[in-house]
């Protein structure tokens, strides 16, 4: 058994502390017991199938931090940072997402159902993957390309596959083909306006 310590990214003060198996362990425990990690510095970490279920992790920093399989359904994550973090069959369902920073994520099976999005910014192609569906609420969420432009992300998604090598994506104000924004013209080829 080791100490374990769960830091603010901010102040550096302890959240949480005690002597466990290992890191994720101690995680999971703070968790359990409903410890508020907000500010909770989680950067790098490897916390795949952590059971992260009810966590409060309001603007936590989970950059380049691998969360396949977690369940962190239920939680609060408001504002939190999950830049280039790895959330292939992750559950995030019912959580409070609002404000979260999902660019370079990798997605697959990532479930968020009934979560609340509001102001989500993405960047990857993997992130049309998510059934948008589901989500209770999308308010403001952007969609960042390759190329530096902004596209609006307010309700789900159109996602065509098959018929291309790369998918078509249709969201609120813009259509992507793979990472490359389609201009729609009366005269595109994309699209015939009868």
Known sequence: MKNYKLISKDTEKTLFSGFFQDFKTCLEEAVSRRIPLNK????????????????IFGEADFTNTNLTGANISESYCKGANFENASLFNTCLAYSNLTGCNFKHASFGATDMSAAIIDRAQFSTLSAFTIDFTKIRQMRGCTYH??????????KPPIVITGIAPSPIIMLDDHVYTGHHRI????????????
């Open 40 to 55: 909770i510095n989680l950067s790098g970490k490897n916390l795949s199938n952590a059971n992260l279920d009810d966590g």
């Open 183 to 194: 201009l729609l013209t009366a005269e595109s080829e994309y699209v015939k306006i009868h």
């Open 145 to 154: 390309a390759h190329d530096g432009q902004i596209s609006t992300l307010s």
